[in-house]
């Protein structure tokens, strides 16, 4: 079939209509059609078909290889859960399948290759092999998956076919997103309340109603060993002679070429070359000359300052021939009769040996660095899959094995204070997803470093006693108080404003100061106004009416005294935006009612044991034995 695909089209066009297709695999995921091996471990059901844990695999694999090249590793991708997201995937699809099945919907041969020829029918045959292999399938996996991919989507098409908002409910979205409202607003402080101070029996009631407040977190004591490459550059030494032989073969990145301030005047003619050539001989300006016979302002003859490079080669040689101020000859090329004159000379200037020592030397020790850690980190992880420990790797490599007593989190101890030098992100989650007493997968960092580490300790969250944090409890107390009477205050002070009194005297009887809040639509933000209060002026009735909201000090009052309601219909652009969201808002809800119903008619169980035990076992493969794995629990969804 693929002989009838005609060769021909740059390799960029595959890739981005290969794109599509992969992509749509990758929304929905691929059912069980690869490998079908003697023993299939089945993780998931969907009415009578059955999901394998190796067609998960494989398509966990694809994603993994893609995740790869943006630089996530796979630990990371276990954190983020990706292996459930593709498991997620995977049974939605197969509901869908169901559905397709239900309906008789499918595609013939003849129609899978026409599907290949519309989409790839100027693509050759080795570029299209070998897309296919690059993305992991063969010809015949990929005929399957278009197979079961198309009646899928021919389902979800006729079930969102037509969906579109009303002219009436598009205008009236158009007005509610463009109304204007502005307000008038005086803020009312909490910290000028007045309280009594709180006696011990509030202090310990608050203690006790607040426990979420005054809880410490889960703490860890963890040993890591740490391979950092800024580290591991500082401790490589490079001879000067090494240095001196980069500095010469990168000569000419440490050289500014020379730059000249270039004009020229371009003439279609000999003739008209000739003329102005020896007007300038005769001492004419050279702007005066273009404007007079090439009709050329300074906006145009002006090229600006360039190098030789930037130049045609042989009008490169000619400009850079020529002396200061002095115009050259015609030069005749492909778009006519060229004058040039050069007005500024800027020499070729070096960067000396001394300046450009430590930039190549922090160079050379950052890639010298890149590949020692590859091979400690390669090194360490090969002494644990040997049985042995975190300690005696690291020090058998020249590293540090790293204790910490305690952190939570966020990388703090149990004062609250940061805990310097620790490695960079998965770090912290890293630690907080490793099992006591086991050592995590070999883990690279951001920056490109590595780490492995081992939870020697677990302390649990635990209520702090009322007498370590009786300090935090009384300002938190106080806090609390105060806010209350302000909010009080500000409740009873926007009552009276609706009742009819004038904002601007509620406020200076209050001691408040006046400000403007708007116009705004719901959407914008107001410096004068705190989050949320924009969206409560919104649903007052009327100027005049008043509401209040909190600002993190106090309360800010505020009363509505303009309404600006949007004028007309929406533009073009603006209403197709509109409808365009209208549209996608109402198929996503369409398309979650039609999966709901499918799985209501088809039973779904998932079976996480056995989908933990299948890549457990694959991770303790792949990993040399370290580190936990996928945990969760079994259930239908």
Known sequence: MLQNIRDGVAKILVYLLFGVLILSFALWGTTDFFGQGAVQAVVAEVGDKEITAQSIERQYRRQLDTLRRRGITEEQARLFGVLENVLE?????????????????????????????????RVGTVQFDQLLRENGYTLREYEIARRAEI?????????????????????????????????????????????????????????????????????????????????????????????????????????????????????????DADKAYQQLKNGKNFNDVAKEIAKQDEKVTRLGSITKADLPPALGDEVFKLEKDKPSAPIKDGFGHRIVLVSEIIPQTVRPYE?????????????????????????????????????GAAAAQGLAAQKVAAMDLGGRDKREKPIKGLPGAPFNETVFNTDQGQDSFLTETKDGGFFILRVDGITKSVLRPLEKVKNRVRAAWISRKRQGIARAKAKKLAQRINDGSDIASIAEQSGGKLVKIGPVTRSDQDKNAPAGLIGKIFQLKSKGKATFGADGEGYVVAALTDIKSA???????????????????????????????????????????????????????YRGGHGGGYGGHGGNY
């Open 355 to 391: 300046e450009a020592k430590q930039q190549i030397g922090d160079e050379l020790r950052k890639e010298q660095a890149v590949e020692d850690v590859v091979r400690l980190s390669n090194a360490l992880e090969d002494a644990l899959g040997k049985g042995g420990t975190l300690d």
């Open 151 to 271: 009646p899928r989507m021919q389902l979800l098409e006729s079930v969102a076919a037509g969906v579109a908002g009303s002219k009436k409910l598009i205008a009236n979205l158009h007005r509610w997103r463009t109304e204007q409202r502005s307000a008038d607003a005086f803020k009312v402080s909490a910290a000028n309340v007045k309280i009594a101070p709180p006696n011990d029996s509030d202090l310990a009631k608050f203690h006790r109603e607040n426990k979420g407040r005054f809880t410490a977190p889960e703490y860890r004591a963890v040993t890591y060993v740490h391979v950092d490459p800024g580290e591991v550059a500082k401790s490589i030494k490079l001879d000067d002679e090494v240095l001196k032989q980069h500095y010469n073969d990168r000569i000419d990145e440490f050289t500014e070429p020379e730059k000249r301030t270039v004009f020229q005047i371009l003439l279609n003619t000999k003739e």
């Open 89 to 121: 995937r995977t049974v939605t699809a197969t509901v869908y399948d169901h559905a397709a099945d239900n309906l008789g919907l499918a595609v013939g041969t003849a129609a899978i290759e026409r599907d290949i020829r519309e989409r790839f029918g």
């Open 567 to 621: 004028e007309g219909r929406a533009n073009k652009d603006a209403t197709k935006e509109l409808n365009d969201q209208l549209r996608s808002s109402m198929v996503a809800d369409i398309l979650a009612q039609f999966q709901n119903a499918v799985r209501t008619s088809h039973k779904v169980s998932v079976d996480q044991p056995a989908l933990k035990r299948f890549f457990d076992r694959d991770s303790a493969g």
